[in-house]
């Protein structure tokens, strides 16, 4: 166990719709890391806070926001879902910014149709 | 921003030979390069980093090699396990930076009994 708890685990939803996924860090982490990863594909970075700021950014298309709110939970939101959306969602955390460990979720598979 | 090419994308060996995975990264500023596990349907687990103040780093039976002026990287897995076989995932980061690290494409390792 990491100690990065995301939520939901699994996701089916249809093509047009809007879900948020959200992420745990571990006690004390202050840095918050989105990736997606597709089908036999890499981590790609989406996003990254550091204590509530938005700290850099990747591919993350327009249709995607985040958010990491006072407690350090953090939300990714995914709209207009396509087809291409579909993927295995990490969030990660690390104490400090971008270096050390990176402590992943299990993932929040999302599946569109 | 930094590009980090993997190879091979996958990899078969006997149990109890070595395997060695390489990447090259682009940017020059990159300092820490860490190496994830992912087991099949599992998180990426941080195995080994190095930063590059050092050429090489081990741990038990893996290995990291660093070549700055090349900017290259290897993962060296000797006397390899069945308990091996998963895929591995390079990176790259500026240590404290303001790019969060930047992963490989992934080799699917796959140690045959």
């Known amino acids: 166990d990491s100690g990065v708890t995301q939520t939901p685990k699994h996701l089916i939803t249809a093509t047009g719709q809007r879900v948020t996924l959200r992420c745990s860090p571990r006690s004390g982490d202050l840095s918050v890391y989105w990736y997606q990863q597709s089908l036999d594909q890499g981590l790609q970075f989406l996003i990254q806070?550091?204590?509530?700021?938005?700290?850099a950014k990747g591919n993350i298309l327009e249709r995607f926001s985040a958010q990491q709110f006072p407690d350090l939970h953090s939300e990714l939101n995914l709209s207009s879902l396509e087809l291409g959306d579909s993927a295995l969602y990490f969030c990660?955390?690390?104490?400090?910014?971008?270096?050390?460990?990176?402590?992943f979720g299990e993932g929040s598979r999302l599946t569109v149709l | 921003g930094e590009n980090v090419e993997q190879h091979p994308s996958t990899l078969s060996v006997q149990e109890g030979d070595s395997a060695v995975i390489k990447c090259t990264y682009s940017d020059s500023a990159s300092n820490y390069f860490p190496w994830y596990k992912q087991e099949l349907g599992k998180r990426p687990q941080l195995i080994i980093d190095i930063r590059s103040n050092v050429g090489e780093k081990k741990d038990q039976r893996i290995a990291v090699t660093l070549n700055k002026t090349a900017k290259h990287f290897s993962l060296h897995i000797t006397e390899t396990q069945p308990e091996d076989s998963a895929v591995y995932f390079c990176?790259?980061?500026?240590?404290?930076?303001?790019?969060?690290?930047?992963f490989g494409s992934g080799t699917r390792l796959q140690v045959q009994p």
């Open positions: 990660a955390s690390s104490v400090h910014l971008n270096t050390g460990e990176l402590f």
């Open positions: 990176a790259a980061s500026i240590d404290m930076g303001r790019r969060a690290l930047t």
């Open positions: 806070y550091y204590n509530g700021e938005e700290r």
